[in-house]
Nanobody, 118 residues
């Protein structure tokens, strides 16, 4: 499966952005989908995932209550709605797909840059 992330940009603190991850080649609904981010000078870290037939969702503590992951199977796209953005959310955001919950993240999209100004 090929993944294409988009939606990044420059936003002021407190603002919102919605990232999209469009898939081609396979149906997204069969995969566990995740978002990760990598800030300058830091390792890539987990942000959120969505999995299973009931779209179970899980978030890193740092984004809980501010970010929402969702997916539209008809559009074969996963979203990350980011609200109340903070400067520390500045990073390159990547989407990824896993064959199942707990297995490795096998497929990765290119990143999209989110910059939050103070």
């Amino acid at each position: 499966v090929q993944l294409q992330a988009s939606g990044g940009g420059l936003v002021q603190a407190g603002g919102s952005l919605r990232l999209s991850c469009a898939a081609s080649g396979r149906t997204l609904s069969r995969y566990t989908m995740g978002w990760f981010r990598q800030a300058p000078g830091r390792e890539r870290g987990f942000v959120s995932r969505i999995s299973g037939p009931f779209d179970n969702k899980y978030y890193a503590d740092s984004v809980k209550g501010r970010f929402t992951i969702s997916r539209d199977n008809a559009k074969n796209t996963v979203y990350l709605q980011m609200n109340s953005l903070k400067p520390e959310d500045t990073a390159v955001y990547h989407c990824a797909a896993s064959e199942s919950l707990g297995s490795s993240w096998r497929y990765w999209g290119q990143g999209t840059l989110v910059t939050v100004s103070s």
